[in-house]
């Protein structure tokens, strides 16, 4: 089964706007993970939230959790062009296991 | 800061060739994992391994793979005869506990050709 997708797939904004993109999962979590990726380079990790946690922030990020809901969501506020990446959520099972979603590609134009 | 290295950067392999990508993960880890992701799609699990052995393997992860910890700081995915399909960049992760934040490397660009 599909874990972890999110969406917009694609995202196009200025510099100084807000990105929210979100994620959706299907089955139970121990935490949800966060990871940016510029083209052709390797992950960075951004933000772990665990699945007792409701939001978490990270300087101008911020990561909301629905374990009800089964979604996620992750808010850059005040964007800058050197935010320009993929992201993607990534969810953990006990072992540790990330199962990633397609991501969503954030285009920041100064 | 500690990081998660891999060699080579970019390695080019004749199909039915045997190639061995290289992980040198953060010291004090002790759960180590291989993701692959070929071009344009998304990142796929394909084996975690902890105190030297297998814990998960994805369907990906068959006979012609193996990983292997040959000391204390290296950890090794080889591929034993490669097929054109396994080109994809192949990333090492690495994590102190089994539920916390993965560490990944810059990643390895196998082409078969």
């Known amino acids: 089964s599909q874990q972890g997708e999110e969406d917009p797939q694609a995202l196009s904004i200025q510099e100084g706007e807000n990105a929210t993109m979100n994620c959706s999962y299907k089955?139970?979590?121990?935490?949800l993970q966060w990871y940016r990726q510029n083209s052709g380079r390797g992950l960075v990790h951004l933000i772990l939230?665990?699945?007792?946690?409701r939001e978490k922030h990270s300087g101008r990020l911020r990561v909301t959790l629905d374990t009800s809901k089964k979604s996620s969501s992750l808010l850059i506020t005040a964007s800058r062009a050197a935010d320009t990446a993929s992201y993607f959520c990534a969810t953990t099972d006990s072992w540790g296991k990330l199962q990633f979603g397609a991501g969503t590609q954030v285009v920041v134009t100064p | 800061e500690p990081e998660v290295t891999q060699t080579p950067s970019h390695q080019v392999t004749q199909m039915g060739q045997e190639v061995i990508l290289r992980c040198v993960p953060i010291?004090?880890?002790?759960?180590f994992y291989w993701y692959r992701q070929i071009l344009g799609q998304k990142v796929e699990f394909l084996v975690s391994f902890y105190n030297n052995e297998i814990s998960e393997k994805s369907e990906i992860f068959d006979d012609q793979f193996s990983v292997e910890r040959p000391d204390g700081s290296n950890f090794t995915l080889k591929i034993r005869s490669t097929k054109l399909e396994d080109s994809a960049m192949y990333f090492c992760?690495?994590?102190?506990?089994?539920?916390?934040?993965?560490?990944f490397g810059q990643g390895t660009r196998l082409t078969v050709v």
């Open positions: 992760a690495s994590s102190e506990v089994g539920r916390g934040t993965a560490f």
């Open positions: 010291s004090n880890h002790l759960y």
């Open positions: 939230i665990r699945s007792n946690e």
């Open positions: 089955t139970s979590i121990n935490n």
